[in-house]
């Protein structure tokens, strides 16, 4: 097993990783996050549920810098994400990976070009350094004999897989989960869930899940976050939360959805 | 009115001279058009106002007005300003930059329509905005409008005898020229016109073919 999370200098584990202070994120008139503190302790598996539309996806999306907070302060790993300068918010991103829902690989290149792109044009990683290491971590997500096939090629199931080993290519501090099986076939989803929790149980990875798969949240998660309307509402270890959830909308949402 | 194979025969000499100058001005009308209407689809993407104004504006004058005149005015028009050019390289230039003005538009639908899931892949995995373009966008993008671009191949060749009216002789300059000397009008028309309709033929079937090897 190669060790997929490993990085320059890791975080001291339990040390505050993540760290949100009244965050207001808002669309239009609607405010989807509205001053949002929460914070995500190093090398642990933080699993955000609640309704869609409450705000989950936006701090995913938040962290990775693809839209930025009307208030509030962000910061990763003691260095400010916003406010920022664009070059300290480039530094501040390579501790940051994400998977997505729709995969989102390069439909140009192939499997193997998917994942060395960024090591070798980002971090200098030599071309031959980067195809090994991106070798392995297809071996890790078990599409060993995937290397030169294109996205449009493979099942949902396996481009997923393959966004995977792309994000730990990079050697991120945290990788951010945005549902990422929600777009999958039925029959696909164990498949990519059993690879993540390999990666939970056999690396010090920091990982932020947005997920519908309730099931996968207790078994990998450290703490488990419920939304509602831009809130944290409650946490607590899976147990319980899923067993004895305090909050009426809490109750509510999982007699829904379990 | 008699059809009369040797009128063909004399011809042909001239016709080949013609086809040349017509190629030409196709193959290099269309370089010139792809490369510049990409600066143009690029510049209008730029954040700055001030660029992408004066570049709309420029743009949408050149495209609505008609080819015959943007090529008197660089014939007729630079030369009192001390700029001149050969009457073939004078046609090539405003050819390139008359479809600039269109391909352009192709490549700005062609970038919009790569999914922005790409360019946030690109943002997660922290590439650079210049490589974001060269290795993730512009590919995709120039994978999906080159089919549009071929149409406007077709359509620059149909163009190409507008060049007969700043002193290029085209296929269609060499086939008036012949006419008038000799007073020998259906042949060397008829020719032109089936060359027309076999370069078009030829290069759609180019084209289709780079298409498939593109489509993935």
Not at chain 2, 130 to 158: H, S
Request: glycine share 6%; charged share 20%; hydrophobic share 45%.
């Amino acid at each position: 097993m190669t060790d997929p999370g490993s990085h320059t200098n890791p975080p001291v584990d339990g040390s505050e990783l993540i760290r949100f202070d009244h965050v207001t994120k808002r669309f239009g008139s609607n405010t989807v996050l509205d001053g949002l503190d929460f914070s995500v302790d190093a090398g642990k598996h933080v699993t955000l549920i609640g309704p869609s539309g409450s705000g989950k996806t936006t701090i995913l999306r938040l962290l990775m810098t693809l839209m930025k907070p009307d208030e509030g302060t962000i910061t990763v790993a003691g260095d400010q994400l916003f406010p920022a300068s664009e070059k300290q918010v480039r530094e501040v991103r390579k501790k940051i990976g994400m998977v997505f829902q729709q995969f989102n690989l390069f439909p140009n290149m192939n499997v193997l070009r998917n994942i060395t792109e960024a090591p070798v044009t980002v971090l200098g990683m030599s071309k031959d350094e980067a195809e090994q290491r991106a070798r392995e971590l297809l071996d890790l997500v078990g599409l060993a004999d995937k290397c030169d096939a294109y996205p449009t090629q493979l099942s949902g199931g396996q481009q997923q897989r393959v966004a995977i080993a792309r994000a730990l290519a990079m050697r991120p501090q945290v990788l951010l989960l945005d549902e990422v099986t929600s777009a999958l076939d039925p029959e696909l989803v164990a498949g990519v869930l059993d690879v993540l929790r390999d990666i939970a149980r056999t690396t010090d990875i920091t990982m932020l899940c947005v997920t519908h798969e309730m099931n996968f949240a207790r078994d990998i998660s450290d703490q488990v976050l419920m939304f509602d309307s831009g809130h944290v509402i409650e946490s607590g270890p899976p147990e319980k939360i899923f067993g004895d959830p305090e909050h009426e909308r809490t109750r509510e949402f999982l007699g829904a959805v379990l | 009115m008699q059809w009369d194979w040797g009128a063909v025969a004399d011809f042909m000499p001239h016709f080949w001279d013609g086809l040349l100058v017509t190629l030409q001005a196709l193959a290099l009308g269309s370089v010139i058009s792809f490369v510049l209407g990409l600066v143009w689809a690029l510049l209008m993407r730029t954040p700055s106002r001030f660029v992408r104004w004066p570049v709309g504006a420029v743009t949408e004058f050149i495209r609505n007005t008609p080819l015959l005149v943007q090529l008197f005015f660089l014939f007729y028009v630079l030369p009192e300003w001390n700029i001149t050019f050969s009457a073939l390289t004078t046609g090539v230039v405003a050819i390139g930059l008359h479809y600039s003005t269109y391909t352009m538009q192709v490549y700005r639908a062609g970038i919009d329509a790569v999914p922005v899931g790409q360019w946030e892949a690109a943002t997660a995995l922290n590439l650079p905005l210049r490589r974001t373009w060269t290795a993730v966008i512009l590919p995709q993008a120039v994978r999906r409008v080159v089919p549009a671009l071929g149409n406007y191949v077709i359509a620059m060749l149909k163009d190409t005898p507008l060049l007969m009216a700043i002193t290029v002789l085209d296929m269609l300059g060499e086939a008036r020229l012949f006419s008038q000397q000799n007073f020998q009008f259906t042949e060397p028309l008829t020719v032109i016109g089936v060359a027309f309709i076999l370069i078009s033929y030829l290069a759609s079937v180019l084209l289709r073919g780079l298409e498939r090897r593109l489509v993935r």
